[in-house]
């Protein structure tokens, strides 16, 4: 197993790691499952399951495991997404949420597996960053009533529309 980064992020799932690594990898660009080691057949109710993977996501390495119901996730500890445009945006967005998942507001989601996800166009750091604090207080206002972000709806309230 190898980890060259100082930290890495460590999921730990009820029983769905291997199935939500994959479908994660297959979201983000620059990401890989590395490698996989599997409970032993002396694990009752485990054996198969994975006890530890090492994955990358959009070129950050995680490590996950299978490690039963206790913990569970929430929303104090996010991975936030940094997209190019509105088409990524909807595109994770939608396939995030499948199959269970839910909304949430400001950019924010859980996937069916209970992990939190900030999924954000590249525009709204910018527009709310922006010097005239009445055009970037718009944008705020606007963006405190979404659930999925809209550039298009942020761009109006910018432009004062």
């Known amino acids: 197993m190898e980890l060259s980064q100082k930290v890495t992020p460590f999921l730990w799932f009820d029983n769905q790691a291997e199935e939500a690594i994959n479908l994660y990898c297959s979201l983000i660009p620059d990401s890989k499952i590395i490698t996989i080691t599997r409970y032993p057949d002396s694990f009752p109710g485990m054996a198969g399951k994975v006890l530890t993977a090492v994955f990358q996501l959009g070129g ?39 199959d269970g998942g839910a909304e949430s507001q400001c950019g924010w989601l859980k996937d069916k597996y209970g992990m939190s996800w900030q999924i954000i166009p590249k525009a709204l750091p ?26 298009d709806v942020l761009q109006k309230a910018y432009d004062g529309k």
């Open 126 to 151: 910018t527009l709310m960053t922006d010097p005239d604090r009445e055009k970037a207080g718009r944008v705020m206002q606007a963006m405190m009533k979404m659930h999925k972000i809209e550039v």
């Open 60 to 98: 950050l390495k995680f490590m996950a495991l299978d490690g039963g119901p206790q913990f569970k996730f929430t929303e104090a500890v996010s991975l936030y997404v940094n997209c190019e445009d509105q088409k990524e945006v909807d595109m994770l967005w939608n396939k995030l949420i499948a």
